[in-house]
T-cell receptor, first 111, second 110 residues
Framework: TQLLEQSPQFLSIQEGENLTVYCNSS?????LQWYRQEPGEGPVLLVT?????EVKKLKRLTFQFGDARKDSSLHITAAQPGDTGLYLC???????????FGPGTRLSVLP | SQTIHQWPATLVQPVGSPLSLECTVE??????LYWYRQAAGRGLQLLFY??????ISSEVPQNLSASRPQDRQFILSSKKLLLSDSGFYLC?????????FGQGTRLTVV
């Protein structure tokens, strides 16, 4: 069974601070995605990384895919209250036929 | 552009009653379709996925079933709900190694 672990589970920081959350697995994935989810809503895709070592930037968010395609990190610079939410990583398996999700990191950014 | 519709948004059902949740996708053909369940504030558990009409793969044994009667329609059903079926159900479609989700259905079995 391919499992994804995420750390930390919970993170509470002040506005303006930087943070990094991690997604780790013992399995190799063809691609890995990051989502943000707000209460009562479906997850919203932030980014998909495909190539080992790949780095993608989305405004203040930087995503990195590990060289071995088993892990990923999400770094947020100068966090804002609007960044608050549940951050989920997911790995594509069976040639992208379906996806396995990590348990998520719940981020709270205090004004 | 592609859109995904899932309804209802909330549902309260008594134990032993049937269930039917519907999901439709617009703007794409032959999508992979998924049903996930999410425990409160946590990760998503894959229940079913489908790569085509009438093709359903089940990830976990349970009290639920899924059907895909049309290319862009995916239905989650149960004949008799259990208390443990309560949760947040999410439909999604997949392409290019990414999944795109509907708004979810909050099901409470009482």
């Amino acid at each position: 069974t391919q499992l994804l672990e995420q750390s930390p589970q919970f993170l509470s920081i002040q506005e303006g601070e930087n943070l990094t959350v991690y997604c780790n697995s013992s399995s190799v994935f063809s691609s890995l995605q990051w989502y943000r989810q707000e209460p009562g809503e479906g997850p919203v895709l932030l980014v998909t990384v495909v190539t080992g070592g790949e780095v993608k930037k989305l405004k203040r968010l930087t995503f990195q895919f590990g060289d071995a395609r088993k892990d990923s990190s999400l770094h947020i610079t100068a966090a804002q209250p609007g960044d608050t939410g549940l951050y989920l990583c997911a790995g594509a398996r069976n040639y992208g036929q379906n996806f396995v999700f990590g348990p998520g990191t719940r981020l709270s950014v205090l004004p | 552009s592609q859109t995904i519709h899932q309804w209802p948004a909330t549902l309260v059902q008594p134990v032993g009653s049937p269930l039917s949740l519907e999901c439709t996708v617009e703007g794409t053909s032959n999508p992979n379709l998924y049903w996930y369940r999410q425990a409160a504030g946590r990760g998503l558990q894959l229940l079913f996925y489908s790569v085509g009409i009438g093709q359903i793969s089940s990830e976990v044994p349970q009290n639920l079933s899924a059907s895909r009667p049309q290319d862009r329609q995916f239905i989650l059903s149960s004949k008799k709900l259990l208390l443990s079926d309560s949760g947040f159900y999410l439909c999604a479609w997949g392409a290019m190694g990414s999944a795109f989700f509907g708004q979810g259905t909050r099901l409470t079995v009482v």
